[in-house]
């Protein structure tokens, strides 16, 4: 069924339609119209879950990381400060190995206080042991939800699935509502392979030592050491469980794209343009009015960000001349975390082969700031033509 | 419920003695029991077990005598503390060096 609806709104509804039973959050900008749709999903009683209102975002995963240890599938969502103040517990539930799924709705994080759209909050928590997923319009939101409650309840690691505030959050765009039989057949029932239980008590994540040990049943049990190379290994490993989810996807709904990438007339192109989020979408405009002008461009969105599609970007981006990383997010004293981590991929299987592309960096959007598509082309013009700096360069700054 | 394999991805420990490593190394006082003062031991009788009760880590046994475990005991002195009769006492740790080099 086709509806038109808000990003957020979307996202409730695809939370809706895989059943979480646990839901905690704690209200922010931008990310408030949808937790306050699923409370009143559940309220009205078309939602059978536990709506826990919490004091702070560190509980509400918290809540999160108690409810799934308990084998519910859990549900939150938060956007800048408040990700950063669950920081602690973001690590705990990748280390934990729970498959609970969060939506963030990318807002710039303070100093100075701004409510408006970056992606410096998820990417900030890059290293923590997350899958990343970034969408880049409604359907992409409300299919990405669902997706992610699959793939991390079969890798046991939680997902964040990430589209940018107001653009994606507050716009309202058609998108077809997947039934419900259908997400039933395509999601069964969480069934962890352990949860806490009267009858079967544990202690989890107790003080783990650094050396490897015997448990009480005289078997030999991992030190930290193999717990976090287990995480990373499967980490790794969850590229392959991702693919399997977007057949299995497209097997129920039609919909099927390439699971880690989205190129837009990249086949001929000569430079690329890569991006994460709704930003990609607007730089299609930019590359079709460059196509009418004669310069051969295309568009990469990159949607999974962690685990890392480092061969599939490094193969999609051989034998190109340029390739441009716009960026709505920084790593403070160097560049973007994008650009240095797709120059690594470059460099892991390109290097040496002599079609290393030219590489280049440019911010844009931080703090809501405007993206002008004049100027967004003009960079992307300027930069097809050579390089403009060694330096990340700021688009639409007045400095 | 629990498979081996996704128990190994996390850290997850069972109740029982030990299972956060031999951790008797940690110890600075020995808990030491006097049978002459221990009530199970008097009386030849199941009786008492405080100690057991009590010990945080598991490792007094429901025996007469109870048994320590002092491959696990920390030395916290609960036991000590809570023996209705002073039965168990702490010595220092240093006295048995010697003797355990012998």
Same mark, same amino acid.
């Given at each position: ?29 931008? *990310?408030?119209?949808? &937790? ?13 879950? *536990? ?45 934990? !190995? ?21 992606? *410096? ?51 309202? #765009? ?31 994540? &107790? ?75 607007? #730089?299609?405009?930019?590359?079709? !009015? %460059? ?21 599939? %970007? ?23 975390? %994008? #650009? ?60 | ?102």
């Amino acid at each position: 069924m086709h509806i038109i609806e808000n990003g957020n709104a979307a996202a409730a509804l695809g939370v809706k339609l895989c059943r979480a039973s646990v839901i905690a959050a704690y209200p922010i900008t931008p *990310q408030t119209p949808l &937790t306050e749709k699923l409370s009143e999903y559940v309220e009205l009683g078309e939602m059978k879950a *536990q709506y826990i209102p919490v004091e702070s975002e560190h509980s509400a995963l918290a809540v999160c990381i108690a409810a799934s240890s308990a084998g519910a599938r859990s549900f939150t969502a938060t956007s800048a400060n408040g990700l950063l103040y669950m920081h602690e517990q973001v690590q705990w539930a990748s280390g934990a !190995r729970l498959p609970i799924v969060m939506c963030v709705v990318n807002r710039a994080v303070g100093a100075p206080w701004n409510v408006w759209n970056d992606q *410096q909050d998820s990417i900030s928590q890059r290293d923590t042991g997350w899958i990343q997923i970034y969408c880049a319009d409604h359907q992409q939101i409300i299919d990405t939800v669902i997706k992610a409650y699959w793939l991390a309840e079969r890798v046991s690691i939680p997902v964040m699935v990430c589209y940018d505030g107001y653009i994606l959050s507050h716009t309202f #765009m058609p998108f077809d509502l997947p039934e419900p039989e259908q997400v039933d057949a395509f999601l069964p029932p969480f069934k962890p392979d352990y949860f806490l239980h009267p009858q079967d008590p544990a202690n989890l994540n &107790t003080v783990t030592l650094p050396d490897v040990r015997m448990d009480v049943r005289g078997e030999l049990a991992h030190g930290y050491m193999e717990i976090r190379c287990l995480l990373q290994e499967d980490l790794r490993n969850a590229l392959q469980t991702a693919a399997e989810a977007e057949k299995r996807f497209a097997g129920f709904f039609g919909r099927e794209a390439d699971p880690f990438l989205e190129p837009y007339r990249c086949d001929d192109a000569e430079h690329v343009a890569v991006g994460l989020g709704s930003i990609t979408y607007q #730089m299609r405009v930019c590359a079709d !009015r %460059l196509r009418e002008e004669g310069v051969k461009i295309g568009v990469m969105g990159v949607r999974y960000y962690r685990p890392f599609p480092d061969e599939a %970007l490094a193969a999609a981006l051989k034998g190109k001349k340029g390739v441009i990383v716009v960026e709505k997010a920084l790593s403070y004293g160097y560049e973007g975390a %994008l #650009m240095s981590d797709l120059k690594s991929a470059l460099y892991e299987y390109l290097a040496g082969t002599g079609s290393l592309p030219v590489v280049q960096n440019f911010i844009a959007g931080i703090g809501g700031r405007e993206i002008r598509t004049d100027d967004l082309t003009q960079t992307l013009r300027a930069a097809a033509k050579g390089r403009v700096s060694k330096e990340p360069v700021w688009i639409g700054l007045r400095l | 419920m629990g498979t081996r394999n996704y128990r190994r991805k996390t850290s997850h420990s069972e109740h029982g003695a030990g299972d956060g490593g031999r951790t008797g190394s940690w110890r600075v006082e020995r808990p030491v029991l006097d049978p002459s003062l221990c009530i199970p031991c008097k009386r030849n009788k199941e009786a008492c077990f405080i100690c057991w009760l009590f010990c945080p880590d598991v490792v007094i046994s429901r025996t007469i005598p109870p048994t320590i475990n002092l491959e696990y005991c920390k030395g916290c002195g609960i036991c000590a503390e809570e023996c209705p009769t002073k039965a168990i006492t702490m010595a220092d740790e240093a006295k048995f060096a010697e003797e355990d080099k012998e």
